[in-house]
């Protein structure tokens, strides 16, 4: 097959032309990923400088893997002094993660490997580093802009050359494990777990096995019922539960080293143990004991709320949703489940508050959840780069115990002491032949893995090393791309919501401009706002969502002087008339935001008109058209959002702007 896509971030473009040099590598012991850690180092190399790999005996090799049993789990060790190389790890996935790195370093420091003088020790921050797709068997993606499904095709599993690829991919990235399926499960996916699926996914799993990635499936809580002959999905049933077990034996005999379950119950329609009156920890503990004994997990998600509830009730409120669904169920859980908890409240918002259960739960194993597929962020025909969101979510401090306490340190486990935890990102991957959609938008496939894999690292470091891997040394083309990336969050967030109401977009899609969108929203706007007002009382004089948080952070957002502004919507409701620090009133920042973010974005698509020639011309007719659009979108959200508030208060701009198009 011709390969018609892109190699992303590993692409290799020639550091030096070095036609007579050959760089030997050899290991002190083997196995499929170290295999694997090889042919990336010759294949990588081989581009890099057009030089010839060959393997050799461990003494005189130039790079040499070698075993130390005192590195952790997926660690390395490198040591580059120019005439020799060793990468130095405790298992198979520490030396081709070294590998990886050891290719990245000689991107950035652009020198033969002769002459690179490095050191470098990493153990992964996160046990758990996850990507999550929501394929559908048929090869439609829920939330997919970047085509159709890389595993699935008219209900059947594809494995091929891309499936190599993407591997390759997500392990170059830092990447552990994937789900492959949506959990919303429905259609043939219901059969995944059987005879029907078994071959062609122990062929799917084999490749992920070679990148060190663990297959994780999405399964439905009712499987007992639509699988089997039972009645009844109880947990307690001990009908159920050995249904379960002997599916769990089934699964794992076909399927040895599948990583685990993946649930989505009582959300959305679909079913969970509340329908048997049962509660999440009865639900993922049954599950967890049936695949305890083949080392199984199961990552249950934390996505439950009354999608129909009534929004003239200033009580209920779906931020609370989550903390009040599984607080109560803290310390309940096997040492085989981890709670995967999107990163807000409410549903991957352009911007929200950190959710207060990540802070709640004291002994429970947590995995956050994050979006790349930017289903609110401009679904990848919008730029908009997700790291310096994800940073600050990170660097939340919860204040909730007297150790570490910021989100990083939580979903590592620093405070319930258990070993399992990490990031998990709804991935953003397709077929389409740049993978992403929007070229950019691989900055945050590539970003959120680095991140998982390094806790520590900026989204600064992040973009400069993707735009290098992936464009080569170019400093016209960094200087352009880095500016572009840097400011896309910020600058989407200007034209869409503003404050941290949220929504504002166009039901069931979520893309395009509409004020009073939300879908289930039927009793009444999100935003709520009138001629005087706008935003939720959410203080405990309002819904009382603040007091899920620990006390300091609780006083911060409860008192509005304090309330950091970009969120002061979505903590309380305020008259239009309310001076920001900036000096200016609400109204005023509405019309100046949503001017300055359409401006910004017709600045985007004429920077990179200037690099027309630098940039692979798919690549740039890509970009022209997406930013093309992004402009003409940014205008059409500036003039629907600043229409509907100047008409809500008859307040024109200070500035005699026009805001009725
Ligand atoms: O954001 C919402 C999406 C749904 C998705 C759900 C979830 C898979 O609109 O499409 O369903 O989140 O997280 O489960």
Same mark, same amino acid.
């Given at each position: 097959m011709k390969k018609t896509w892109t190699n992303c971030w590993l692409e290799y473009p020639l550091i030096q032309d070095q036609p007579d040099v050959t760089i030997t590598v050899a290991s002190e012991w083997d196995g499929v990923i170290i295999n694997r850690a090889y042919h990336e180092l010759k294949r990588g190399l081989e581009s890099l400088y057009h030089c010839q790999v060959t393997q050799a005996v461990v003494t005189t090799a130039d790079i040499r893997f070698l075993k130390d049993p005192g590195l952790s789990a997926e660690g390395y060790t490198i040591n580059a002094k120019k005439d020799s190389c060793t990468i130095s790890a405790g298992d198979e996935k520490g030396i081709l993660y070294g590998s990886f790195a050891l290719l990245r370093q000689l991107q950035i420091a652009q020198c033969p490997l002769h002459e690179l003088t490095w050191q470098e020790t990493k153990v992964p921050s996160n046990p758990l580093r996850l990507m999550i797709h929501w394929d559908n068997l048929p090869g439609d993606i829920e939330r997919g802009y970047a085509g159709d499904s890389l595993f699935f095709k008219n209900n059947h599993i594809l494995v091929n050359e891309r499936s190599i690829d993407y591997a390759r991919l997500a392990a170059s990235a830092g990447f552990n494990g994937l789900v492959i399926n949506n959990s919303n499960v429905a259609g043939a996916a219901i059969e995944l777990i059987s005879d029907r699926f078994y071959a062609p996914l122990s062929r799917l799993q084999e490749i992920f096995h070679q990148y060190g990635l663990k297959l994780f499936i999405a399964?439905?809580?009712?499987?007992?019922?639509?699988?089997? #002959? &039972?009645?009844?999905?109880?947990?307690?049933?001990? +009908?159920?539960?050995?249904?379960?077990?002997?599916?769990?034996?089934?699964?794992?005999?076909?399927?040895?080293?599948?990583?685990?379950?993946?649930?989505?119950?009582?959300?959305?329609?679909?079913?969970?143990?509340?329908?048997?009156?049962? @509660?999440?920890?009865?639900?993922?503990?049954?599950?967890? #004991?049936?695949?305890?004994?083949?080392? *199984?997990?199961?990552?249950?998600?934390?996505?439950?709320?009354?999608?129909?509830?009534?929004?003239?009730?200033?009580?209920?409120?779906?931020?609370?949703?989550?903390? #009040?669904?599984?607080?109560?169920? +803290? *310390?309940?859980?096997?040492?085989?489940?981890?709670?995967?908890?999107?990163?807000?409240?409410?549903?991957?918002?352009?911007?929200?508050?950190?959710?207060? &259960?990540? *802070?709640?739960?004291?002994?429970?194993?947590?995995?956050?959840?994050?979006?790349?597929?930017?289903?609110?962020?401009?679904?990848?025909?919008?730029?908009?780069?997700?790291?310096?969101?994800?940073?600050?979510?990170? +660097?939340?401090?919860?204040?909730?115990?007297?150790?570490?306490?910021?989100?990083?340190? &939580?979903?590592? *486990?620093?405070?319930?002491?258990?070993?399992?935890?990490?990031?998990?990102?709804?991935?953003?991957?397709? @077929?389409?032949?740049?993978?992403?959609?929007?070229?950019?938008?691989?900055? @945050?496939?590539?970003?959120?893995?680095?991140?998982?894999?390094?806790?520590?690292l900026s989204p600064e470091t992040i973009a400069r090393e993707w735009i290098r891997l992936t464009y080569g040394d170019q400093p016209k083309v960094e200087e352009v791309l880095f500016d572009i990336l840097m400011n896309s969050w910020p600058v989407y967030e200007k034209y869409n919501a503003p404050l941290g109401i949220g929504w504002m977009c166009n039901p069931g899609f979520h893309y395009g401009p509409n004020p009073n969108g939300y879908e289930y929203s039927r009793w009444g706007t999100y935003h709520r706002a009138d001629h005087q007002a706008l935003g939720i009382d959410r203080t405990t004089a309002g819904t009382g969502y603040t007091a899920q948080y620990a006390p300091n952070l609780q006083k911060l957002y409860e008192d509005v002087e304090t309330c950091p502004e970009e969120m002061i919507l979505f903590f309380h409701r305020l008259p239009y008339s309310y001076m920001l620090k900036t000096g200016k009133n609400i109204l005023q920042h509405i019309y100046d935001t949503h001017f300055e973010g359409a401006e910004q974005a017709a600045q985007f698509l004429s920077r990179i008109e200037g690099l027309a020639g630098l940039l692979p011309d798919d690549v740039y007719a890509r970009m022209h058209e997406r930013f093309t659009l992004q402009k003409e979108n940014a205008e059409e959200w500036r003039d629907v959002v600043n229409t509907f508030f100047y008409r809500m208060t008859g307040i024109p701009d200070e500035h005699g702007r026009t805001i009725y198009p």
């Open positions: 399964v439905d809580f009712t499987m007992p019922m639509l699988m089997g #002959d &039972l009645e009844t999905a109880d947990p307690t049933d001990p +009908d159920v539960q050995s249904w379960w077990q002997r599916k769990a034996k089934e699964v794992w005999e076909n399927l040895p080293g599948l990583g685990g379950f993946m649930v989505k119950a009582d959300s959305e329609g679909r079913p969970g143990p509340y329908a048997y009156g049962k @509660n999440h920890a009865d639900g993922a503990n049954m599950l967890a #004991d049936a695949v305890a004994p083949y080392g *199984g997990l199961i990552l249950w998600r934390c996505f439950v709320y009354d999608c129909q509830q009534d929004w003239r009730d200033t009580v209920t409120d779906r931020a609370k949703a989550g903390y #009040d669904h599984y607080m109560p169920l +803290d *310390g309940c859980f096997r040492d085989n489940v981890v709670l995967e908890i999107k990163n807000g409240p409410m549903d991957f918002q352009v911007r929200e508050p950190v959710s207060p &259960l990540i *802070g709640g739960l004291a002994k429970t194993q947590m995995l956050l959840e994050v979006q790349i597929t930017q289903e609110y962020t401009g679904q990848q025909r919008h730029v908009c780069y997700l790291l310096p969101w994800f940073r600050q979510i990170l +660097d939340q401090d919860m204040c909730c115990w007297e150790g570490p306490s910021k989100v990083s340190d &939580l979903i590592q *486990g620093k405070r319930c002491g258990k070993p399992l935890g990490g990031i998990s990102a709804i991935a953003n991957t397709g @077929n389409d032949p740049n993978w992403t959609g929007h070229d950019l938008a691989a900055a @945050n496939f590539y970003g959120i893995g680095r991140l998982a894999f390094d806790i520590s």
